[in-house]
T-cell receptor, first 113, second 113 residues
Framework: GNSVTQMEGPVTLSEEAFLTINCTYTATGYPSLFWYVQYPGEGLQLLLKATKADDKGSNKGFEATYRKETTSFHLEKGSVQVSDSAVYFCALSSFQGAQKLVFGQGTRLTINP | DSGVTQTPKHLITATGQRVTLRCSPRSGDLSVYWYQQSLDQGLQFLIQYYNGEERAKGNILERFSAQQFPDLHSELNLSSLELGDSALYFC????????????FGAGTRLSVL
């Protein structure tokens, strides 16, 4: 079946540091890939997405590139801020009559000033 | 604000009881999804409804059931509750049944004592 594996957290960085959160997936067919973010006490918000190989999703300074050859969708940001502290979820979706999101386990990110 | 409304925000109940969680989708969205987020299982898809009909089932226990009403709001019923059912339950909605972006509510936190 489909699955998503994220790097283990928690991750703690200083403000303005470079961020990478690794995500790899296993899926049949050609899934769409997503990064969702969950701020404390809130629901999940879509951060970015990519629907086909070599697509790059970007939003709020975050980027991720759909790499089919390595089955990866790593999240990056060049300079993190304290406000980026949250839990980040990588997810995939493949349409097989219906859409189900399959999530990774989540990575808790804390940015210190 | 995603536009998806979940009530109640918190629910505390005892083992063996039954509860109902409610979700109002974004205006115009026909699909509703339910997810369970727990410490040991992570975020798991439970069930999807599209325009009143069940569309997809995930890891939903037989003690759990859901429905989508003509006004498109949805309810998730959890019965014979066990301690292990304590979790955050999210509802999401999307425009269609296929590969559309899912927008998440803030969740209902269920505590079974």
């Amino acid at each position: 079946g489909n699955s998503v594996t994220q790097m283990e957290g928690p991750v703690t960085l200083s403000e303005e540091a470079f961020l990478t959160i690794n995500c790899t997936y296993t899926a049949t067919g050609y899934p769409s890939l997503f990064w969702y973010v969950q701020y404390p006490g809130e629901g999940l918000q879509l951060l970015l997405k990519a629907t086909k190989a070599d697509d790059k999703g970007s939003n709020k300074g975050f980027e991720a590139t759909y790499r089919k050859e390595t089955t990866s969708f790593h999240l990056e940001k060049g300079s993190v801020q304290v406000s980026d502290s949250a839990v980040y979820f990588c997810a995939l979706s493949s349409f097989q009559g219906a859409q189900k999101l399959v999530f990774g386990q989540g990575t808790r990110l804390t940015i210190n000033p | 604000d995603s536009g998806v409304t979940q009530t109640p925000k918190h629910l505390i109940t005892a083992t063996g009881q039954r509860v109902t969680l409610r979700c109002s989708p974004r205006s115009g969205d026909l699909s509703v999804y339910w997810y369970q987020q727990s410490l040991d299982q992570g975020l798991q898809f439970l069930i999807q409804y599209y325009n009143g009909e069940e569309r997809a089932k995930g890891n939903i226990l037989e003690r759990f059931s859901a429905q989508q009403f003509p006004d498109l709001h949805s309810e998730l019923n959890l019965s014979s509750l066990e301690l292990g059912d304590s979790a955050l339950y999210f509802c999401a909605s999307s425009v269609g049944a296929g590969l559309n972006i899912q927008y998440f509510g803030a969740g209902t936190r269920l505590s079974v004592l």
